[in-house]
C-alpha cells in the first residue's frame, strides 16, 4: 500500500515568517494529496487539498506544491500568525471514490510570537 | 458541515477488556472510517465501509471488528484489548468527493 513521509516532525518558527513541510509518497497511482490541520484537543479539518493535474495551489497564506515526477509535496505557510501553531497532516490518496488516505506522521508547528 | 459524533469521549478498560467505539454521522454519507492517531505515526486506517453492511480492511487492522449497521452508524469493536491499543480513536466520514469529516474521537486507555 501507500506510504508517506513527513518531515519535520517539529518546527518552530518566529511570527511573521514562512514554515515549510515536505511530504513523499511511494505509489505512483497517487493522485490526491489533501492538508489537515489538527488544534491542539480538536479534530483534524482539512484546510487545503492539491490534485496530480496542478503543481500550485494557493489559499491565502497556504501554499501547496507538488512534484509528481520526484513523488513530492508540500505546505508553505507564509506570514506565520500564533493561531497557526498546531498539527499538520500530509496524506496522499489513489482516489477512485473509496477515499483511502494514508497520512504522514504529521509535523506540529509552533509559531512564537 | 458534516456531524460526526463519537462516542465515548474517553474509556478506561483493563487487558484483556471488551470494548465498543461508537461514531454517528448525520449528513448520508456512504463512506465511513476508523482512524487511530499515535505519535510518530500519525493517523492510521484501521477499517472502513462503503454502507450498510460493507466492511474493508484498513492498514492497521489486527485485534479489531469493525461493523456498520446503518448508513449511519459504523461501530469498532476491541474484544481483547491490549495495552497497544491505547490510542486516541477518531471517526470520520465522507461523500466520496474526498473530503473527510472528523468526529471528536474517543481516547482509550487500556490498563
Known amino acids: 500500500g501507500e506510504q508517506v513521509e513527513q518531515l519535520p516532525s517539529i518546527l518552530r518558527v518566529q511570527e511573521g515568517s514562512s514554515a515549510s513541510i515536505n511530504c513523499s509518497y511511494e505509489?505512483?497511482?497517487?493522485?490526491?494529496f489533501p492538508w489537515y490541520k489538527q488544534e491542539p484537543g480538536e479534530n483534524p479539518k482539512l484546510i487545503i487539498d492539491?490534485?496530480?493535474?496542478?503543481e500550485r495551489k494557493q489559499i491565502q497564506e497556504l501554499i501547496v506544491l507538488l512534484d509528481k515526477k520526484a513523488k513530492r509535496f508540500s505546505l508553505h505557510i507564509t506570514d506565520t500568525q500564533p493561531g497557526d501553531s498546531a498539527m499538520y497532516f500530509c496524506?496522499?490518496?489513489?482516489?477512485?471514490?473509496?477515499?483511502?488516505?494514508?497520512f504522514g506522521q504529521g509535523t506540529v508547528l509552533s509559531v512564537i510570537p | 458541515e458534516a456531524a460526526v459524533t463519537q462516542s465515548p469521549r474517553n474509556k478506561v478498560t483493563v487487558t484483556g477488556g471488551n470494548v465498543t467505539l461508537s461514531c454517528r454521522q448525520t449528513?448520508?454519507?456512504?463512506?465511513m472510517y476508523w482512524y487511530r492517531q499515535d505519535t510518530g505515526h500519525g493517523l492510521r486506517l484501521i477499517h472502513y465501509?462503503?454502507?450498510?453492511?460493507?466492511?474493508q480492511i484498513g492498514d492497521v487492522p489486527d485485534g479489531y471488528k469493525a461493523t456498520r449497521t446503518t448508513q449511519e452508524d459504523f461501530f469498532l469493536l476491541l474484544e481483547l484489548a491490549s495495552p497497544s491499543q491505547t490510542s486516541l480513536y477518531f471517526c470520520?466520514?465522507?461523500?466520496?468527493?474526498?473530503?473527510?469529516?472528523f468526529g471528536s474521537g474517543t481516547r482509550l486507555t487500556v490498563l
Open positions: 470520520a466520514s465522507s461523500d466520496g468527493e474526498e473530503t473527510l469529516y
Open positions: 505509489d505512483s497511482a497517487s493522485n490526491y
Open positions: 492539491i490534485r496530480s493535474n496542478m
Open positions: 496524506a496522499a490518496s489513489a482516489g477512485g471514490g473509496n477515499n483511502k488516505l494514508t
Open positions: 449528513n448520508s454519507h456512504n463512506y
Open positions: 465501509s462503503y454502507g450498510a453492511g460493507n466492511l
